[in-house]
T-cell receptor, first 112, second 116 residues
């Protein structure tokens, strides 16, 4: 079983602060995806990273895939209350498999 | 452009009853997935269809669970003789084969099942 561990589990910050959340595994993933989920709703895809060392930016969000494709990070600059939610990383373990393995998520609260 | 839809959004049932959920994927997507999410956990894979063929099933999918995608479009997930441990959010996702190195899966809003 390939596990994805996310940290921190909970994060509460003031509006305007920066933050980084992490997604780590001892196994190699062919790709990693980041989702944001709000209570009572399904996860919404934010980004997919495929290449080791890849960095992708989505407005104030910066995603990085580790060189060895075992870890990823999400950095948010100048957090806003609208960023509040559960951030999930999910990976596809290898070629020929299509099931996503999810971490438990980081629950982010941005206080106005 | 409509996303993935799921019905019903909420279902309350008594232990021992059967329930059925429906998922309508994004229209051009040929792959469809079911996941289950319990409180404080990330979604867990249950099963996957490519067109009408069910290609992967998790060990989580006990004999009481059955999924179908008869015409390669919508899918149903049935749970027979429900147990309290089946209470969870049931999520459906769809993707299009061949887009990228991997398929990007798009999720529906989920069906929240409560077994009393």
């Amino acid at each position: 079983t390939q596990l994805l561990e996310q940290s921190p589990q909970f994060l509460s910050i003031q509006e305007g602060e920066n933050l980084t959340v992490y997604c780590n595994s001892s196994s190699v993933f062919s790709s990693l995806q980041w989702y944001r989920q709000e209570p009572g709703e399904g996860p919404v895809l934010l980004v997919t990273v495929v290449t080791g060392g890849e960095v992708k930016k989505l407005k104030r969000l910066t995603f990085q895939f580790g060189d060895a494709r075992k870890d990823s990070s999400l950095h948010i600059t100048a957090a806003q209350p609208g960023d509040t939610g559960l951030y999930l990383c999910a990976g596809v373990p290898g070629a020929g498999s299509y099931q996503l393995t999810f971490g438990k998520g980081t629950k982010l609260s941005v206080i106005p | 452009d409509t996303g993935v839809s799921q019905n019903p959004r909420h279902k309350i049932t008594k232990r021992g009853q059967n329930v059925t959920f429906r998922c309508d994927p994004i229209s051009e997507h040929n792959r469809l997935y079911w996941y289950r999410q319990t409180l404080g956990q990330g979604p867990e894979f249950l099963t996957y269809f490519q067109n009408e063929a069910q290609l992967e099933k998790s060990r989580l999918l006990s004999d009481r669970f059955s999924a179908e995608r008869p015409k390669g479009s919508f899918s149903t997930l049935e749970i027979q003789r429900t147990e309290q441990g089946d209470s969870a959010m049931y999520l459906c996702a769809s993707s299009q084969q061949g887009g990228l190195v991997i398929d990007e899966q798009y999720f529906g809003p989920g069906t929240r099942l409560t077994v009393t």
